[in-house]
């Protein structure tokens, strides 16, 4: 499902229409995503367009933002197409213990702009995206800047995801199963 297309084909099957850069936040719409720093962050851009893939109880604030597009839910199925439309993909979260997300983006070769709390750090490589603090505005913003100069499609970022697998994570969970196991035998 996560693997690279064409920006501009999956945005016209997303009726994503206008002038970029094209940024996308996929998630629930809450203070935990950190969306309105992430709104404000954009909204200094100046151009371009913010898509959020999702709802919360923070939609009506971020819709009013201009350039902002807030799709509400979407099945898990038109994910990937979003993702695929971005130039970059922003999850500048205040509390992420993995970043699915943000991994499904780069498994598309998109690059990322991602929080330094949590997983992330773990598997945004430089190259691939940028880690900022998610509690400054001004971070996000200087993130947002350096993510749209990474190259998109963004091979370092596919290559970042595909260690990340799950045919890949199955074979680690796997190997330390059976090392548990055999050292029980023993």
């Not at 091979?155 to 697998?165: F, I, K, Q, V």
């Amino acid at each position: 499902m996560f693997a690279p297309r064409d920006a501009q084909d999956a945005r016209a099957s997303v009726g994503w229409t206008g002038e970029g850069p094209f940024v996308v936040c996929a998630g629930t719409l809450a203070e935990r995503k950190n969306v309105l720093r992430l709104a404000d962050a954009f909204g200094r851009l100046g151009r371009g367009q913010l898509a959020f893939v999702g709802d919360g109880p923070l939609r009506d604030v971020v819709a009013t933002r201009p350039g902002v597009r807030v799709t509400g839910r979407v099945a898990h199925d038109e994910v990937p197409a979003w993702l695929a439309a971005a130039d970059v993909v922003a999850q500048p979260s205040v509390l992420e213990p993995f970043g699915q997300v943000t991994l499904e983006g780069m498994a598309m070769a998109r690059p990322v702009l991602a929080t330094r709390i949590g997983g992330p750090p773990e598997f945004v490589p430089a190259g691939a995206g940028v880690l900022v603090d998610p509690e400054s505005t001004d971070d996000i913003e200087r993130g947002l800047h350096a993510a749209l100069a990474l190259p998109c499609p963004n091979p370092a970022a596919r290559a970042a995801a595909l260690e990340h697998g799950s045919e890949r994570q199955a074979a680690r969970i796997a190997a330390v199963l059976t090392r548990a196991t055999t050292r029980r035998a023993a």
